[in-house]
């Protein structure tokens, strides 16, 4: 076992920020690298040291592999933590990683591969008897394996892209017409967003909710998981609100999910933190439809109801050490849920509002975690995703986290750029909301359509 001194954060904004603490409160120093766009940002400051690499475009700072290793090098680092997004499941970045000694701070290179693949985890997971949403072995390359797929499972269906990633390249498809239409749209939409065309096909399961399960696994071969979170709002299949546990959900059912959660990482040799996701139909049947090996955007609402800090989970296992728990010991207290708060405008078809942050006038009190970089006199740089912070609460239970919400959303006071936060506190009085009548189709249904 090998303890970090020192720890390089290969990403930008909150998440930065949250490794950041995470390593000062492990006894860590951290290294941050930042754009020329993100110069005085929080993170840089409250890391032990930085280093500028590149101009504001991802393409040419948080995405270019050399430069973050030249900057670890000169910083001698023994590991780089890579957030979510950016270099986070990119296998070839944790090989490079690996070739140059540096420990990264997530799953092996052969995990990232076989999980990270869609069309490829889909097949491991039916191999050790995961139910998977009906659909095509594999990927499908002709358009007449497409349709005889579509014909044997029946419409509507899905075309999705094996690299696939935040609702990019899928397809809804209704009939023989808009499947083969489809069909060459996502594949085109998928090698320019992924530089992989491969795509494959599932049955559309008409208002699932989003059930994923948060995994942590040692390299000593204990896995555990840490419950649900429902992500079922969403836009345009990207989460808005996530919160824990899933309102309603059976406790059979949460177990039988959990259990297949666990089976899929372990038949991967997986270790360090994931999440299995699934849908589940009205009648609470389940399906897998993804593993995302990294750490993900919602990690705060697990934490919250178990008590545990996720990224330092994260940098013990990849220091070797083991869990030092079990799925016995796991204990699930209280409700959570996350408001993702974007600089977007939900009067204008959400669209992007950067700018300069006026008065940033955040929540507070008992139950309230706000996790943001941003403050106010911040400019919102515009080569990078909207999210400006993400507004937690946790509560004994749902009913009073709900309270608690509102009153936070109704205390944030943010000048200069338009937010999410409008939507939100609609959502927050709304009767099936409150009931638990969620689904993936709820904000269009009653708020978007
Ligand atoms: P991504 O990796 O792009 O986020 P996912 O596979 O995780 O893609 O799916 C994102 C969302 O798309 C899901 O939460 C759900 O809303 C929708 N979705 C994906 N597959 C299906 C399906 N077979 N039927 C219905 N909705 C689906």
Redesign the pocket.
């Known amino acids: 076992m090998k303890k970090f001194s020192r720890i390089l954060v290969a990403n930008r904004g909150e998440v930065a920020l949250r490794i950041v603490r995470a390593c000062k409160e492990m006894d860590i120093e951290s290294v941050a690298v930042y754009s020329e766009a993100d110069r005085d940002a929080s993170y840089v400051r409250l890391a032990d040291e930085s280093v500028c690499i590149g101009p504001g475009p991802s393409q040419q700072s948080y995405l270019e592999i050399p430069k973050i290793i030249s900057a670890a090098e000169i910083t001698d680092v023994e590991a780089i933590h890579p957030g979510y997004g950016f270099l986070a499941e990119n296998a070839h970045f944790a090989e490079v990683c690996r070739s140059c000694h540096i420990e990264f701070i997530g799953p092996s290179v052969e995990a990232i591969s076989s999980l990270g693949d869609?069309a490829k985890a889909r097949e491991l997971a039916e191999s050790v008897g995961v139910p998977c949403?009906p659909?095509s072995d594999g990927v499908v390359t002709e358009e007449n394996d497409a349709l005889a797929i579509a014909q044997q499972i029946g419409y509507?269906?899905?075309i999705?892209?094996s690299a696939?990633?935040?609702?990019?390249?899928?397809r809804?498809a209704h009939n023989d017409v808009s499947l083969v239409n489809g069909f060459h749209a996502a594949a085109a939409e998928a090698e320019a967003a992924f530089k992989n065309s491969d795509i494959y096909i599932?049955?559309?399961?008409?208002?699932?909710r989003?059930v994923e399960f948060q995994i942590l696994a040692d390299t000593q071969g204990t896995v555990v998981h840490l419950g649900e979170r429902d992500?079922?709002m969403?836009r345009r299949?990207?989460?808005l609100i996530e919160e824990s546990p899933s309102p309603g959900l059976p406790f059979e059912v949460r177990e039988k999910m959990g259990e297949c959660a666990r089976k899929l990482v372990k038949a991967a040799n997986y270790y360090n933190a994931g999440t299995v996701?699934f849908?589940v139909d009205h009648e609470f049947n389940f399906?897998f439809?993804?593993v995302?090996t990294r750490i993900q955007v919602e990690h705060p609402v697990t934490e919250m109801v178990t008590g545990i800090d996720l990224i330092r989970e994260q940098i013990r296992i990849a220091s070797g050490e083991p869990l030092g728990y079990t799925q016995e010991d796991i204990r699930f207290e209280g409700a959570a849920i996350e408001c993702r708060i974007n600089a977007e405008d939900p009067d204008h078809d959400f669209r992007p509002s950067p700018g300069t942050i006026k008065e940033w006038i955040p929540p507070g009190g008992l139950g309230v975690r706000l996790d943001t970089h941003v403050h106010a006199g911040y400019t919102i740089p515009p080569f990078y995703d909207s999210m400006v912070g993400k507004l937690i609460v946790y509560k004994k239970n749902r009913t009073e986290a709900i309270s608690t919400m509102r009153r936070a959303l109704d205390e944030f006071q943010i000048e200069g750029i338009a937010t999410t936060i409008p939507l939100y506190k609609e959502v927050f009085k709304h009767f099936h909301f409150l009931k638990g009548n969620i689904n993936?189709?709820f904000l269009e249904e009653y708020f978007l359509g």
């Open positions: 869609k949403v659909g509507p269906v899905i999705k892209a696939g990633g935040g609702g990019r390249g899928m809804i599932e049955k559309y399961i008409e208002k699932p989003h992500c079922s969403q299949h990207q989460k996701e849908l399906y439809i993804e995302n993936t189709g």
